[in-house]
């Protein structure tokens, strides 16, 4: 096949996460099948969110507005920020309707395997916002690998202070979870978390 705009939207679909070369060329012949009904509203779509949605200036978070909705939220507790590494992880804590207090995303994991330092980021603003004496806890929901664990641990340094508390997620056997089909990790973790019965 030749080189042109067909091509090029197969490599850029196929740029996206989750979506490879075969994935790509699926939804670019589908998409160019049903132009009117998918291709054409899509890119308007698409042009519409480029322009709409920004990124908080206090959190990371995309809303349209800038500070966004959590932000602005003034039920929400501002003696809690609850720091993630992605929107998304944002997004999946705000589905189970548990937490009410604030967020700060990272944008990312330290990793030097792909040259992700302090730098690349949001920390300053997180830094500068644990200054608040408002502030009474700092909660790190990363993952719990390497690079989740060692950007927690570098948080927790940059920001201790008299009354402010660092929390973590806990760690082990989830609701409904079977330990004989559980890592061994996740048995060790939920050990070593262990708590006295209610």
């Known amino acids: 096949m030749q080189d042109g705009p067909l ?20 939804i670019a012949l589908h998409m160019l099948a049903h132009k009117n009904q998918t291709m054409l509203p899509l890119a308007d779509l698409l042009k ?37 590494a992605q929107i998304s992880d944002l997004w999946a804590i705000e589905r189970t309707s548990a937490y009410k207090g604030r967020y700060h995303v990272l944008g990312g994991l330290l990793s030097a395997l792909d040259g ?16 608040n004496p408002d502030v ?9 690998t390497v690079d989740g664990q060692s950007t927690a641990h570098m948080i927790a340094d940059h920001i201790n202070r008299p ?11 989830p609701v409904g979870g079977e330990l004989d089909y559980l890592d061994d990790g996740t048995i060790t973790t939920a050990l070593r978390s262990r708590k006295a019965s209610a």
């Open 116 to 131: 992700i330092g302090p730098d690349q980021l949001n920390l300053s603003s997180l830094i500068r916002r644990a200054t």
């Open 136 to 144: 009474s806890e700092i909660i790190l929901a990363l993952s719990a």
């Open 163 to 173: 009354g402010l508390e660092v929390t973590h997620l806990a760690h082990g056997v």
């Open 48 to 84: 519409r969110t480029a322009e709409e949605i920004r990124t908080c200036s206090v959190c990371g978070n995309l809303d349209m507005h800038d500070p966004c909705a959590i932000c602005q939220d003034v039920k929400r507790s501002e003696s809690q920020i609850c720091v993630v």
């Open 7 to 26: 091509q090029h939207l197969i490599k850029t679909l196929s740029g996206l996460p989750g979506l490879g070369n075969r994935s790509a060329r699926r």
